[in-house]
């Protein structure tokens, strides 16, 4: 059954999506343009898609361009909205983490998942965007990398070119909401924007933290290049991870112990070695 759209003139499909497209929900992934919005139309919009969503609908990736824009997560504290009367608007959201910005040349991508159906733990999905993001910025000859304990992805310090400039810096950045066993929010990276809103806040929570786009890192490339390059490689990994679950259910069904083998609970725990759960509310953004 196909996903059935918040409101057909909110959410207009790609042009390469068709009916066909929108096929059994636990696989395919339908890819939704949604362009430039404003923050608030789209986290309306997210929240009724998630709660009216039954077991057959499809998941999506929305791809976004907002407006200016802060947003502040759900335990966010607005002493890190470092400028008063900025111009720019502050939401209130359910995410976790705290304060980023959104604005012209980051591309969101906003991903409406099932997790319980695809048997993917919120650690997993954290791991699967930030690989999504850094096999995009390799796609143009950039190098990204983690960091412990801070979701989303920062120019390495060991970068070179123009990037040797901004090591440390945060090109990328990842906020959840888990609401039953579904996923909302998403991801943002920084294409071709103005940073100074940046610098009217503690990006993320984090004092001094600069951050940087992928134009100031040598690359000139499109919004929508860019988005189609994450979407490609958020379907990809998600379609991995399924495919890895195919193969251990297929193992399973000659020799039962190789599912154990293959999946084992202690890898997913969490410290003190309860496994985290899809219903975990929100996972953090940085």
């Not at 057909?8 to 066909?20: E, L, N, R, V, Y």
């Not at 009367?85 to 980023?100: A, E």
């Not at 980051?106 to 998942?113: G, I, S, T």
């Not at 679950?245 to 190789?258: F, I, N, R």
Request: proline share 7%.
């Amino acid at each position: 059954m196909c996903a059935t759209p918040v409101s057909s003139s909110q959410i207009p499909s790609d042009p390469g999506t068709t009916a066909a497209d929108c096929q059994p929900a636990n696989s395919l992934i339908v890819v939704r343009w949604r362009g430039n919005e404003a923050y608030q139309t789209s986290f309306d919009a997210m929240r009724e898609f998630t709660a009216a969503r039954d077991a057959n609908t499809s998941d999506e990736i929305w791809l976004v361009e907002h407006p200016p824009v802060f947003t502040l997560g759900q335990a966010g504290k607005p002493e890190h909205l470092l400028v008063e009367n900025s111009g720019i608007p502050l939401v209130q959201i359910d995410r976790g983490g705290q304060i980023t910005y959104h604005g012209p040349g980051q591309v969101v991508a906003y991903l409406l998942l099932d997790l319980r159906r695809r048997k993917l733990m919120v650690r997993e999905l954290v791991t699967l965007i930030e690989d999504a993001v850094i096999e995009t910025l390799a796609a143009y000859n950039l190098a990204g990398e983690r960091k412990a304990g801070a979701p989303g992805i920062y120019v390495p310090q060991d970068a070179s070119g123009a990037s040797a400039a901004h090591t440390g810096a945060k090109v990328a950045a990842l906020g959840l909401k888990i609401r039953n066993g579904c996923s909302y929010h998403g991801v943002s990276l920084n294409v071709s924007m103005d940073l100074n809103p940046f610098l009217a806040i503690n990006p993320c929570g984090y004092a001094g933290l600069e951050t940087v786009d992928m134009a100031t890192l040598g690359v000139a490339a499109s919004w929508r290049d860019v988005a189609a390059t994450l979407a490609a490689r958020l379907e990809a990994n998600l379609a991995a991870h399924a495919a890895t679950l195919l193969t251990v259910a297929e193992a399973a069904a000659t020799d039962p112990s190789a599912e154990a083998a293959a999946v084992d609970p202690a890898a997913h725990a969490a410290p003190g070695g309860q496994p985290p759960q899809p219903q975990a509310g929100v996972a953090p953004a940085a």
